[in-house]
């Protein structure tokens, strides 16, 4: 990773020369799950195809040859789960012959084909009747030919997929039946969605067969969500699935008149649960960035930008750390999970971080806070913003430059953090020989041409699919004078990539979709809107302190982007009826669906970095929502100065940008107790006070906090003539 120079005389010039030229190698790797199928031979190009197969059917739908809206979108469930369940198994992989599952479970597993394969072939029936000119299917036969064999197949296979233990490289044939079930589902969708009874769901003439079909489906989608995304969102959809026929017999507000089974299943896969905003998002502007993402790791873009922050800010005090707030900002703002984030970037940055100083738990709150932060810096902002525009209707550039001053703010409370802990420990930077050479990798500067395209494309008016498409084809192109040229066979393993990586968003914002239509279709949204209203009466503080908590603890264990549709849908609303703006509630929603990454109890990203640091995962929790804090009280300054999201004229912008960041700074230096030297008690809380001040953001606070920041400050520089030194060499 780096050299170390030879101080023999005579040899000091080959020595300056002697530096590392590249830090970061494998940030951009695919990185493989624990239960992810390793194939090889033809059972590899099978799902490779595939994989290609379904990215390329994207990028032509998106581009070229547009298909109906809802059909679209049910191939694309269906996609993801035909290549969800060839690729991750249900439960760990068998260590050796003797763990192998036992032969009567093969058997069962291969005899539930047959109901399932039964239930394909009735769906080619069915479309050559429909297209025959029949007006609706037999209910019978809807029931014993299609929907008892295909929930019975559904079921059996789950649970079979559970208990069967196999070798990494070979697909389980209890998952060969749940890839045929995802299929029958879709055929029947596609068949029923495309005739006029499509206008019946939700109502007693809708055909049983969707419900049958929707069962299914939302069975395959929790069971490949639970594979690929942990069990915390499969709970709480199954939470709300479970109100939606106890409803009725609960008390209060939560109490609602209820629904039927055959009623509720009709509609939750239609635009109003599973294939409502959630699933258009994933379909369009999320697989697109996921293979621009891909386009950009093919290209090794990613060890560029880690290799750039290296050389930029590596020989700061705490270099490593402050590596990690840039290179995990913006590998997060493209790779839209935090946890991802930090098992892709975190590998490289945490163990340089103890190099340098820092004990495990801050290496890894850190690296946690800055791969979160990530998910809020736009333009690309993970996939939060696309969802908040598609449900909002507020333009995505509209979005994308109201989020900057907040990004700024939280990363650059994150900078100080690291920094005054740096200053207070004495911590040095990484000498010249262990960093790349700045001269040379400036030579490369055109790598950032895709996401200069983007940015460009965006604010001159292309849509986002097609400012997308540009960018993917730019990075391809950017390539061909890189060191990393993309070929056909880089430019088809790159469109496998996407493919792959696609699974685990797809599935989160089906299953968020089904938790979306819930609340729709029972109307407690409305319910907890009204809650909010009673409570903004005593104090709008109050009910805003109440949908942060609800925000968060939705968002627990969660990805961000399910976290966010989740709680858009539950609170969003109920601060718009207080009268708070629509932008402003959204984004209050949308921080703390992010920051419940790093909010302890349960806190994903921080668990990530807390494998690769060694140290307890509660600790480094707890350490990175300190180092986090910052995020806790921006959406509050949304509220109290909407100037934030740029909001007003120019002149109040600029004052509560500055003083707010100068606020941001006092707060860190209270966390960290050393403002230009060590603080003492007292002066933290008359720190934190000035903090507050400038952070509220009104002309009256903003000069008391400059008046208090300035008082400390002189007081800080006659103590310490000019700051207190480090313990030991910056570097």
Known sequence: MSHTPDTRPG???????????????????????????????????LFSILAIVYSTFHLVSLNVYPMETWSFRIVHIAGALVLGYGLYAGTRFADDDRQRSATWMTWASYAMLLPALYALIQVLFMQREISGGAMRIAPHIEAWHYGYPLIVATVAGILLSWGYRQVRMRLSPADLVLMVCAVAVAGYLLVIFNTPLRASTGTPFAPMGISYAAIAGSLLILELTRRVAGLALV??????????????????????????VGRFFSQVYTDAGILGPTTAVSSTYIILFIIFAAFLQASKVGDYFVNFAFAAAGRARGGPAK?????SGLMGMINGTSAGNVVSTGSLTIPLMKKVGYPGRSAGAIEAAASTGGQIMPPIMGAGAFIMAEITGIPYTEIAVAAVIPAILYFVSIYFMVDLEAARKGMRGMRKEEIPLFSKLAKQVYLFAPIIILIVALFMGYSVIRAGTLATASAAVVSWISPHKMGIRAILRALQLAGNMSIQIIAVCACAGLIVGVISLTGVGARFSSLLLGLAGFSQLLALFFAMCISILLGMGMPTTAAYAVAASVVAPGLINIGIQPLVAHFFVFYFAVVSAITPPVALASYAAAGISGDNAMGTSVASFKVGLAAFIVPFMFFYSPAMLLEGSWLQILRVGVTATLGIVLLASTVQAWY????KAWMRVVMLIGALCMIYGGIYSDIAGLAIGGALFLMQRGRHGGGAKPATSTG
Do not use: C, H, K, M
């Open 235 to 260: 709970v709480i959809s199954a939470i709300f699935l479970v109100y939606v026929f106890a409803g009725p017999y609960l008390p209060g507000f939560l109490g609602y008149p209820g629904l039927s």
């Open 11 to 45: 040899r000091e010039d080959e020595a300056a020369d002697n530096v590392t030229e590249s830090i970061a190698d494998g940030v951009d790797e695919e990185v493989v799950e624990s239960n992810r199928r390793l194939y090889t031979g033809w059972q590899l190009i």
């Open 676 to 679: 230009f030297g060590p603080v």
């Open 323 to 327: 590596v990690a707030i840039f290179a």
